[in-house]
């Protein structure tokens, strides 16, 4: 699709040579006067405009250009405005570019210059678009999906890499960690996205209703089917099946499972007659499924079928970084579910989360929140309206405190994990040996400590 531009001057002849050169790439607005150019852009919105700062031939003082400038970027700051002026309008086009125009050129005009400064304003309203979008969804996360922690940005970028193929893709993590939004997101980011989402948690169902559940009876089959039903998989077709809990799934259903991964067709149970199927398939699990594999519990053949692309989600007492910003988004959501005043938390109750080891995790978190909300009184909720009020939380607890506290199991983490190595844990920590030496001051740790326990391990 052309980017729209828009030139404004009062010399028609200009404006047609304009449009000669610029119509293959661009779609062309032209207007030539200070009221024709307020209307186009009103109406049309262009990224780009280039503007004369004299438009009025009867009086050349008049700069109808520098009021147009002043007006767009008012209604439109993102707009990339190049000014044309005549060659002893100089002060004037600074007065421009004061106001925020991107660029100005002085005339004569040299059409294939102003090609190329009209190529890198669109360009640069390209990006800003791109960044802008990003930020405006950052923060209500990336489709809905909270993380500013790197880990989750990782997860974030794998996602737009793997969501426009139809690979099948294992997705691990512990309970409550957000598997099913993951796969979600895979399904919203696809070119199936248009096409139904099935979600079917093999955990939940028992195991003899569980193969009619997913592929589906003829009527017959067995006493009580006095009807044809679809499975999963066929409602699924063309678009997503998520089976959380793929772990659980018996190793009758798993050599099902596999057949259709190899040739994309299916039985209905009590049937004969083969159903091909356009289905992606996304899986979850929050069992070691590399273990069950080799206790024989879970297929190799279909371990390695699904594990084509795996991702793991890390649980949120590794990624302490969003607790308070998933707080905070929950707190907004259930202040408007329940029709309540916008709650906040006060530095206690965020240090006191921070503090949290969190074994259910994202969703013990939207739990306590919901729970807060209904029944607290208060606009700043406490420790105690999270529940807290008994545990053994330091009485001294605050952000900073927390803070300091998750700064300092960091460290004691990675010098443990590289043996007292001081180089080795600065990098692992993504900060300079010097840093973490002086944290290791701050904190009065014993580096030797780590040693030693390095020499133990040989």
Same mark, same amino acid.
């Given at each position: 699709?052309?980017?729209?531009?828009?030139?404004?001057?009062?010399?028609?002849s200009?404006?047609?040579?304009?449009?000669?050169?610029?119509?293959?790439? +661009?779609? !062309?607005?032209?207007a030539?006067t200070?009221?024709?150019?307020v209307?186009?852009?009103?109406?049309?919105?262009p990224?780009?405009?280039?503007?004369?700062?004299?438009?009025?031939?009867?009086n050349?003082?008049?700069?109808?250009?520098?009021?147009?400038?002043?007006?767009?970027?008012?209604?439109?700051?993102?707009t990339?405005?190049?000014?044309?002026?005549?060659?002893?309008?100089d002060?004037?086009?600074?007065?421009?570019?004061?106001?925020?125009?991107?660029?100005?050129?002085?005339?004569?005009?040299?059409?294939?210059?102003?090609?190329?400064m !009209?190529?890198?304003? @669109?360009?640069?309203?390209?990006?800003?678009?791109?960044?802008?979008?990003?930020?405006?969804?950052?923060?209500?996360?990336?489709?809905?999906?909270?993380?500013?922690?790197?880990?989750?940005?990782?997860?974030?970028?794998?996602?737009?890499?793997?969501?426009?193929?139809?690979?099948?893709?294992?997705?691990?993590?512990?309970?409550?960690?957000?598997?099913?939004?993951v796969?979600?997101?895979?399904?919203?980011?696809?070119?199936?996205?248009?096409?139904?989402?099935?979600?079917?948690?093999?955990?939940?169902?028992?195991?003899?209703?569980?193969?009619?559940?997913?592929?589906? +009876?003829?009527?017959?089959?067995?006493?009580?089917?006095?009807?044809?039903?679809r499975?999963?998989? #066929?409602?699924a077709?063309?678009?997503?099946?998520?089976?959380?809990?793929?772990?659980?799934? @018996?190793?009758?259903?798993?050599?099902?499972?596999?057949?259709?991964?190899?040739?994309?067709?299916?039985?209905?149970?009590?049937?004969?007659q083969?159903?091909?199927?356009?289905?992606? !398939?996304?899986?979850?699990?929050?069992?070691?499924?590399?273990?069950?594999?080799?206790?024989?519990?879970?297929?190799?053949?279909? +371990?390695?079928?699904?594990?084509? @692309?795996?991702?793991?989600?890390?649980?949120?007492?590794?990624?302490?970084?969003?607790?308070i910003?998933?707080?905070?988004?929950?707190?907004k959501?259930?202040?408007? #579910?329940?029709?309540?005043?916008?709650?906040?938390?006060?530095?206690?109750?965020?240090?006191?989360?921070?503090?949290?080891?969190?074994?259910?995790?994202?969703?013990?978190?939207?739990n306590?929140?919901?729970r807060?909300?209904?029944?607290s009184?208060?606009? @700043?909720?406490?420790?105690?309206?999270?529940?807290?009020g008994?545990?053994p939380?330091?009485?001294?607890?605050?952000?900073?405190?927390?803070?300091?506290?998750?700064?300092?199991?960091?460290?004691k983490?990675?010098?443990s994990?590289?043996?007292?190595i001081?180089?080795?844990?600065?990098?692992?920590?993504?900060?300079?040996r010097v840093?973490?030496?002086?944290?290791?001051?701050?904190?009065?740790?014993?580096?030797q400590? +780590?040693?030693?326990?390095?020499?133990?391990?040989?």
């Open positions: 699709m052309k980017s729209r531009i828009l030139l404004v001057d009062d010399e028609e200009l404006l047609k040579q304009m449009r000669w050169a610029l119509d293959a790439d +661009y779609e !062309i607005l032209t030539s200070e009221a024709e150019a209307a186009m852009f009103e109406s049309e919105h990224p780009v405009v280039t503007v004369d700062l004299s438009l009025n031939k009867e050349p003082s008049d700069l109808g250009g520098l009021r147009l400038v002043e007006r767009f970027l008012t209604e439109e700051p993102a990339r405005v190049i000014v044309i002026t005549g060659n002893d309008d002060a004037n086009a600074l007065r421009a570019v004061r106001l925020g125009a991107f660029d100005y050129y002085c005339k004569p005009i040299r059409l294939e210059e102003i090609k190329v !009209i190529q890198r304003a @669109v360009h640069t309203h390209q990006i800003y678009r791109r960044l802008h979008s990003r930020s405006s969804t950052s923060a209500e996360g990336f489709q809905d999906i909270i993380g500013h922690s790197k880990s989750m940005q990782d997860i974030f970028k794998f996602i737009e890499r793997v969501a426009p193929s139809d690979i099948s893709v294992l997705i691990s993590g512990e309970s409550g960690t957000g598997k099913e939004m796969a979600q997101a895979i399904h919203q980011l696809s070119p199936r996205k248009g096409n139904p989402f099935i979600a079917v948690n093999c955990g939940a169902i028992p195991e003899n209703l569980m193969e009619s559940e997913l592929f589906g +009876y003829e009527k017959g089959a067995f006493t009580g089917a006095y009807a044809q039903k499975g999963k998989f #066929e409602l077709h063309t678009g997503t099946l998520f089976l959380d809990e793929i772990g659980e799934l @018996v190793p009758s259903l798993q050599v099902k499972l596999l057949r259709f991964l190899q040739d994309r067709k299916i039985e209905r149970v009590g049937g004969n083969s159903l091909e199927l356009d289905v992606r !398939i996304i899986a979850a699990t929050n069992r070691d499924l590399k273990k069950d594999m080799e206790n024989h519990v879970f297929r190799e053949d279909l +371990y390695y079928r699904l594990k084509v @692309v795996p991702v793991e989600i890390p649980p949120l007492r590794k990624r302490r970084e969003d607790i910003a998933l707080a905070q988004y929950f707190l959501k259930y202040c408007q #579910e329940h029709h309540k005043p916008l709650m906040s938390l006060s530095s206690e109750a965020e240090g006191a989360l921070l503090l949290q080891s969190w074994p259910g995790n994202v969703r013990e978190l939207e306590l929140i919901s807060a909300v209904v029944l009184m208060r606009p @700043v909720l406490q420790t105690s309206d999270l529940g807290f008994m545990d939380v330091p009485s001294e607890v605050n952000l900073k405190f927390a803070k300091k506290a998750i700064e300092l199991d960091f460290v983490k990675a010098l994990k590289n043996k007292g001081v180089s080795r844990a600065a990098r692992e920590l993504g900060i300079s840093n973490l030496y002086e944290l290791i001051e701050k904190y009065s740790i014993q580096v400590e +780590y040693k030693v326990n390095r020499a133990r391990a040989k």
